[in-house]
């Protein structure tokens, strides 16, 4: 089918355009665990697309609340105007929420959640008088999306290095990947709590906590190749934070809808930020949607500092709360809790670790790491070209073994979508055992 398709017009996102075009790898239908090829093959989906696909492909509710929004209601806009669906998908989001943050502001995608978590930050500062607090705190390997926001606070010098200065106030913390003490953790690593001490260490010798207004963190860094937070750490970030009045924020963009067995890694962690950013599962990502959790106090900031009258935040997009997504979010988040999906993935957890970490041993794995639903593999690189052993395995993965694994540098991530079965976990997992073992 697809030797009759022009491929060259679309420009693909982070994409190795000329490999891809020389072979496509194309997808044309989607059911449960599985995509279907162009070829008829059945590729079982090991990373739930992009982390995104918590419940399933093509999930039968879902899609159905999407057909009839769809024929009922296309389009209005919530700029001055509303419509019910929208408010209905807020109150769906805050009903899985952590108690205190109930107030929701609703985008497009993870990027945009992202920019406007860090312009509420910002403006919270300002319409309280603290207008001093414009720094804002990222880390290194963090991945917040590809906005000129989420990449300033972002830490990876790729999706940088093109775009000039970005934010000036932005500044990065250490990442806490630290494989010379915690190679081959289950769970938490042991160590590493005292990486998050670097925050005060900061704000004192350097900027001034006055200064700043957010620290954002992605709880497990997914992105850059599942970096899990040693224990302690975002206890002691949280700490620091209510110490000095600054913001934390969470970037729960993959770690959100269950992807560590609760509907948030704020709830798996047992640690509450200021706000939380979401999208992918959100509308188990039939339709794009993005979102922030805001605490209540926080936008009750917004509320009084204006005059009743007057527009309180400057902010928003045509698309925000859209009908579709709106309509997909409420279906997703139903389906989540009518199915006991999150539990689902909290039971289904302990064998997941085991088999990820069966694979140790085999040639080329340096390292193992998971937490929940989600799981790192770090290979040996090909001396002198990063990337090219895990990207060789990726397309064996795909082509000989119909699994579809997704790989950042030499780091294999997986994160089926949470109703994968056992018997589908061993065969992602031999089928990558198999192509490591055959590996030059
Ligand atoms: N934040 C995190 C933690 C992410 O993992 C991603 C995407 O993978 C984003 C933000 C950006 O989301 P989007 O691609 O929907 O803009």
Not at 23 to 42: E, I, K, N, Q, W
Not at 80 to 101: D, R
Not at 147 to 174: E, S
């Amino acid at each position: 089918m697809t030797n009759t398709l022009n491929t060259e017009h679309f420009w693909m996102p982070f994409t190795a355009n000329r490999q891809f075009k020389s072979r496509p790898r194309m997808l044309v239908s989607a059911s449960g665990m599985h995509y279907t090829t162009d070829d008829g093959r059945r590729i079982l989906d090991g990373t739930a697309g992009l982390w995104c696909v918590n419940a399933g492909h093509c999930h039968p509710k879902i899609t159905e609340a999407i057909r009839r929004q769809a024929a009922e209601l296309d389009y209005a806009p919530t700029f001055q105007m509303g419509h019910p669906k929208a408010f209905e998908a807020a109150s769906a989001l805050v009903s899985i929420a952590p108690e205190g943050l109930d107030r929701v502001f609703f985008c497009n995608d993870g990027s945009e959640a992202v920019d406007s978590a860090l312009k509420i930050a910002l403006a919270y500062h300002q319409v309280r008088g603290n207008g001093s607090r414009t720094r804002l705190i990222g880390r290194e390997r963090a991945y917040h999306g590809v906005g000129f926001g989420g990449i300033a606070v972002g830490g990876m010098a790729g999706n940088r290095k093109h775009f000039g200065p970005t934010l000036a106030g932005a500044d990065h913390l250490r990442h806490t990947l630290d494989i010379a003490r915690n190679a081959f953790s289950r769970g938490q690593p042991e160590h590493g709590a005292e990486i998050a001490d670097e925050l005060e260490q900061r704000l004192l010798a350097l900027h001034d906590p006055s200064t700043v207004a957010a620290v954002i963190v992605e709880p497990i860094q997914g992105s850059t190749g599942v970096i899990i937070p040693p224990k302690g750490y975002l206890q002691r970030l949280r700490t620091l934070c209510d110490q000095y009045s600054i913001l934390l924020i969470f970037d729960e963009v993959i770690t959100g809808f269950g992807r560590l067995g609760a509907p948030f890694g704020s709830q798996y962690f047992g640690i509450t930020p200021d706000m939380i950013i979401c999208a992918k599962g959100l509308t188990n990502a039939a339709v794009p949607m993005g979102a922030v959790l805001v605490r209540r106090e926080i936008h009750d900031a917004f509320m009084s500092a204006a005059p009743e009258n007057s527009i309180e935040f400057y902010h928003g997009y045509t698309y925000s709360g859209h009908p579709l997504a709106a309509a997909a979010a409420i279906a997703a988040i139903d389906v989540y809790k009518s199915k006991g999906m999150f539990e689902r993935a909290a039971s289904m957890a302990p064998y997941w670790e085991e088999a990820v970490h069966n694979l140790r041993g085999l040639p080329y794995v340096k390292d193992i790491r998971n937490l929940g639903m989600v799981c790192g593999i770090e290979l040996d690189p090909v001396p002198g070209k990063p990337g090219a052993r895990a990207f060789d395995v990726f397309l064996r993965c795909f082509w000989e073994k119909n699994v579809l694994i997704r790989t950042t540098g030499d780091i294999i991530a997986l994160s089926p979508p949470l109703i994968i079965e056992r018997t589908q976990i061993d065969q992602l997992l031999e089928a990558i055992a198999d192509v490591l073992k055959s590996q030059k």
